[in-house]
């Protein structure tokens, strides 16, 4: 099983951007679908989105269309988060998440029968206004 570190976090001013990393040790990466969620203060936690295995395809909720992308490079066992534009409510902690199925990736946070094999410990962003 993998484990995962988030890093990239801090204090960024509104309108610019920012770069999350989730970077894998312990496990084959690449067969992992990977996710990024965000819990802001005194939310439940969200899907941001989600990238299958080989970082062909990718899944994003609606709520963030536009300003997030995600991607991977399995040659360095690690999963970007780039965030454009960013905005105060934006503020939150970003975890990563691993599972073999991108289903449960894209569903963990609706489905309460449901759990990702791994989390990430998080990583806070602080977006000032």
């Known amino acids: 099983q993998v484990q995962l570190v988030e890093s990239g976090g801090g204090l960024v001013q509104a309108g610019g951007s920012l770069r999350l990393s989730c970077t894998a040790s312990?496990?084959?990466?690449?067969?992992?679908?990977m996710g990024w969620f965000r819990q802001a203060p005194g939310k439940e936690r969200e899907l941001i989105g989600a990238i299958t295995k080989s970082g062909g395809s990718t899944y994003y909720a609606d709520s963030v269309k536009d300003r997030f992308t995600i991607s991977r490079d399995n040659a360095k066992n690690t999963v970007y988060l780039q965030i454009y534009s960013l905005k105060p409510e934006d503020t939150a902690v970003y975890y990563c998440?691993?599972?073999?199925?991108?289903?449960?990736?894209?569903?963990?946070?609706?489905?309460?029968?449901?759990?990702?094999?791994?989390w990430g410990q998080g990583t806070r962003v602080t977006v000032s206004s």
């Open positions: 312990g496990g084959a990466f690449s067969t992992y679908a």
């Open positions: 998440g691993a599972d073999p199925i991108l289903h449960t990736l894209v569903v963990v946070t609706t489905d309460e029968d449901k759990d990702l094999e791994v």
